[in-house]
């Protein structure tokens, strides 16, 4: 029987992110980190789960979920990325990029480098530089890649004060999401249901594919990279609908599944499982998909070589 356990916090939580285990660990993680929304004051938080879980001679559970240490953030936390063991990378409504530091000694949180105008709106019809939100984040180890509402991509270096490279008219669209495919590749997704591949190779400001659904505009919100077929991503959007693509078999995903009601903002492939995938939605629903399983619809979710 599967059971959940809440905690009620005084914050509107806008997103969630497990601390990544050391490589080559057997351990699981205790550690995650929150990030908050639409409150007067918004923070970056980090909470430990302890013992939570764990049976007491009762038969009841444990402990509960600690709050570690806090830092306030300015403006709505848009997107959340552990950086490494102790790093955590922020986007923001302000279009801000903060790279925050943990340290477990005393228990506090502090910026160790922060990109505070990352994106920006420019040109006609707007003021001579008014911030535009920070919307997706990806981390590669020293990289890390940000896209936001003035359609621009930026390639950040963990202890390099200035951009390494931006590509400022990327899309005439908002970009929501980006995931690494290889280090020097990236894609993105849009609000008119593009996914665009760029490589960081190329000294151009075009995309090296687009793939789309044929006819759809639809907004894609999320996106997430298969952990060991490089090739396959998965992508869901404002119909709540599930796909699953292979960016070397044509411009077209592979499966295509009906999976929410409304709005998918998240969705993750398991780091070590990948055959099961996790989507949460608008419509309040957490899905977990198992690919393994011999239910045709589900086997089928994922392209296998």
């Known amino acids: 029987m599967e059971e959940i356990y809440a905690k009620f916090v005084s914050q509107k939580i806008s997103k969630t992110r497990w601390r990544p285990v ?13 990030g908050s929304w639409d409150n007067e004051e918004n923070y970056v938080s980090l909470w430990s789960i302890g013992d939570f879980g764990n049976l007491d001679s009762d038969g009841g559970f444990e ?9 306030r953030h300015h403006g709505d936390v848009m997107d959340l990325q552990f950086f490494d063991q102790e790093r955590i990378v922020a986007a923001s409504s302000t279009g ?17 480098q922060q990109w505070t105008a990352a994106h920006h ?8 530089c008014s911030s535009a939100p ?33 590509i400022d008219n990327a899309d005439s669209s908002t970009l929501h999401a980006v995931t690494f495919l290889r280090t020097p590749e990236i894609l993105t997704v849009n609000s008119i249901g593009q996914l665009k591949i760029w490589d960081f190779r190329q000294q151009g400001n075009e995309p090296s594919q687009i793939l789309s659904l044929t006819g759809d505009r639809v907004p894609l919100h999320c996106v997430d990279r298969h952990p060991s077929q490089q090739h396959v991503v998965a ?56 690919a393994s399983t011999d239910v045709p619809e589900k086997s089928s979710l994922f392209y296998q070589d």
């Open 235 to 290: 992508t869901g959007g404002q119909d709540g609908m599930l796909s699953i693509w292979d960016v070397r078999q044509g411009t077209m995903p592979v499966s295509l599944l009906k999976a929410h009601e409304a709005e998918m903002w998240e969705v993750h492939f398991h780091p070590s499982n990948p055959d099961h995938l996790f989507t949460c939605s608008e419509d309040g629903s957490l899905w977990h998909w198992d």
């Open 134 to 166: 920070c919307t997706g984040i990806v981390c590669s180890n020293p990289e890390i890649v940000t896209v936001g509402e003035d359609g621009r991509i930026n390639l950040f270096r963990a202890d390099h004060k200035e951009a390494i490279r931006t």
């Open 22 to 34: 050391p490589p080559g660990s057997l351990q699981t993680t205790e550690t995650f980190a929150t």
């Open 96 to 112: 801000c990029v903060t790279v925050f530091l943990h340290h477990p000694n005393n228990q506090t949180l502090s910026v160790s």
């Open 63 to 71: 402990g509960d979920h600690q709050l570690l240490c806090d830092i």
């Open 121 to 128: 709106h420019t040109g006609p019809g707007s003021p001579s």
